[in-house]
């Protein structure tokens, strides 16, 4: 794969993922398929699974209850109509970066020398390194999303105004608007509102079940299983004394020729207007050696958000 596409894929395929706040950005994972590097407290969950202290028996729905109390309340998403959120995202490490800059800099008219050279001086930074794009975020109910991601003085695009989507994608030289593809359009019609999959649930027709009790990063956590009206399924782990959502599935993807599972850990929750909101999330999928973490700098509730954010680019 080419070095445009293949940083592409890795900066946009995870931004039709489900986090804390419905819709999102988390960067999936670019490359073969290796052993799998789990998030930091792998080691501490086989110490947790060892040495558990008694956790409460609790229902599904009582679960539930003590994590949308912990989130901030049902009364207070429900009154949120409007999210944006911003900060950096991981999109691979310093020498891809390189490469994919300089593809995405010699395009018609532009200056190749200087796309070298600037690929270049990349490159000579620690290749492990993660380098990190901003982006910025925008939700509106019912189900309106916008995403920006900035790379190489270039913004990607990708919009849904509750009914078809778009996406504008110059780091591959195609600065033509085009429309979701099938698959995109039916991901993004499958995604919770803005407040999540446990918010409001039963009005939903999600049917929610309690599996099992597993460690998360050291600590026992419930694992809920929601079975969502069309009958999609997808596991929600809720930690056992905070009642906060540390780890969720994200949907499946492609990589080299099979679907490979996707989990997403949220971390360093904040309040933000009396609502529980992680700033940093890592994504890791399944088989896939290298995680990527978002890491969130700024959230404002109820922006006023006219919906020709939401509407085709440029239309």
Known sequence: MGSKKGLFRSVLLGLGLSLAFGTGVAVAAEGKAADTKAPAGTTADKKASESRTAVPHLTAAEIVDKHVSARGGLQAWRSVQALAVSGRLEAGSGDSLARSMRAARTGRGSDLRKAQAEATAVEKADSDKQVELPFRMEMKRPNKSRVEIEFAGKTAVQVYDGTNGWKLRPFLNRNDVEPFTAEEAKSEAQKPPLDGPLIDYAAKGTKVELEKIEPVEGHDAYKLKLT?????????????????????????????????????????????QGLMVPFVLETA?????????????????????DNTRFAKPGA
Do not use: C
């Not at 290298?290 to 959230?299: G, N, P, R, S, Y």
């Open 228 to 272: 969502m009206k069309d009958g999609t399924l997808q596991h929600v782990w809720i930690d056992a004394h905070s009642f906060l959502d540390v780890k969720i599935d994200g949907s499946p993807r492609r990589f080299d020729g099979r679907m490979r599972d996707v989990w997403i850990y949220q971390r360093d929750f904040r309040s933000v």
């Open 285 to 305: 999928v399944d088989g896939v050696r290298q995680t990527h973490k978002m890491t969130v700098e700024k959230v404002a509730v109820n922006p006023n958000l």
